[in-house]
């Protein structure tokens, strides 16, 4: 099956800081989306994002499919910012997306 | 708009018992899944209905059952609890690529 990596898998970040997560995929895909994992679990769809770039408040995204990554930024972080983020991707044969192993950001005032 | 619903929010079951967990969404869509996490992990595909009357397995199957009642719902079974089943299970719809998951189910088997 697809193998979906996150980089770097913890990141701690003194608040007001900027950061870039990555999320490297094997194969083609069809569908990217970007999930933040609060602290109390929920899942929250950030971006859906096969291919381009979006922008969404502090927040963006960028992915190249040809080259088979993807970036989230996050500007001017803030604490509420803390959590887990997940890449999952969804490609041909399978209508159901493969999560990676997420980046644990810790946000500090 | 509810959203994705699920029930029970906790559970502690003994080793060998049987429940079922309950979703179901309000948005009208076509595709429902079932995700356990683990500790410290990604979410890992249970199974998934494309569509009402239809099921798939996914990455990890065995121990499970589902059932697509209708486009609404879609339950996980557990006919036989183990401790490897610990873990916290997410139910999520889609449309048009965009997931939306449910708050989850912690599921404790002793």
């Known amino acids: 099956g697809i193998q979906v990596e996150q980089s770097p898998p913890d990141l701690i970040l003194q608040e007001g800081a900027n950061s870039t997560l990555r999320c490297n995929f094997s194969d083609s895909v069809n569908n990217l989306q970007w999930f933040h994992q609060n602290p109390w679990g929920q899942l929250i769809n950030l971006f859906y994002i096969p291919s381009g770039t979006k922008q969404n408040g502090r927040l963006s995204a960028t992915t190249v499919a040809t080259e088979r990554y993807s970036l989230l930024y996050i500007s001017s972080s803030q604490t509420t910012d803390s959590g887990v983020y997940f890449c999952a991707v969804e490609h041909a044969g399978r209508r159901a997306l493969t999560f990676g192993s997420g980046t644990r950001l810790q946000v500090q005032p | 708009n509810a959203g994705v619903t699920q029930t029970p929010k906790f559970q502690v079951l003994k080793t060998g018992q049987s429940m079922t967990l309950q979703c179901a969404q309000d948005?009208?869509?076509?595709?429902m899944y079932w995700y356990r996490q683990d500790p410290g992990m990604g979410l890992r595909l249970i199974y998934y209905s494309a569509s009402e009357g239809t099921t798939d397995k996914g990455e990890v199957p065995n121990g499970y059952n589902v059932s697509r009642l209708n486009k609404r719902e879609f339950s996980l079974r557990l006919e036989s609890a183990a401790p490897s089943q610990t873990s916290v299970y997410f139910c999520?719809?889609?449309?048009?690529?965009?997931?939306?998951f449910g708050p989850g189910t912690r599921l404790t088997v002793t």
């Open positions: 948005m009208n869509h076509n595709s």
């Open positions: 999520a719809s889609s449309e048009v690529g965009q997931g939306y």
